[in-house]
Nanobody, 121 residues
């Protein structure tokens, strides 16, 4: 099996920072695109940031200039540095990754269990 585990969420004041981590483990041959999504209560899940295996990144307009996505291929880990946090950033954050398992010809999207980020005074 392949597993993605997020960490780093919590409660922070407006203007504060958090760094989310998502580590992949299991029978992994290769990891391709990785991304962070979020879902606030009563809203649809939305893409926050993505990063390709080549290092190209993309961000939602609402987080540009504040969030930075990065990856450490040696650790099979993707990060989301979140600065200047706003109450509107409050959501459950999920990582996902396109992963090819050992012995497989194809890649599959895997999702983490989610980590809560709450921005409030």
């Amino acid at each position: 099996q392949v597993q993605l585990v997020e960490s780093g969420g919590g409660l922070v004041l407006p203007g504060g920072s958090l760094r989310l981590s998502c580590a992949a483990s299991g029978s992994i041959f290769s990891i391709y695109n990785m991304a962070w999504h979020r879902q606030a209560p009563g809203k649809q899940r939305e893409l926050v940031a993505g990063i390709t295996s080549g290092g190209s990144t993309n961000y939602a307009d609402s987080v540009k200039g504040r969030f930075t996505i990065s990856r450490d291929n040696a650790k099979n880990t993707v990060y989301l540095q979140m600065n200047s946090l706003k109450p509107e950033d409050t959501a459950v954050y999920y990582c996902n990754a396109d992963i090819q398992r050992r012995g497989s010809y194809t890649s599959i999207k895997y999702w983490g269990q989610g980590t809560q980020v709450s921005v409030s005074s």
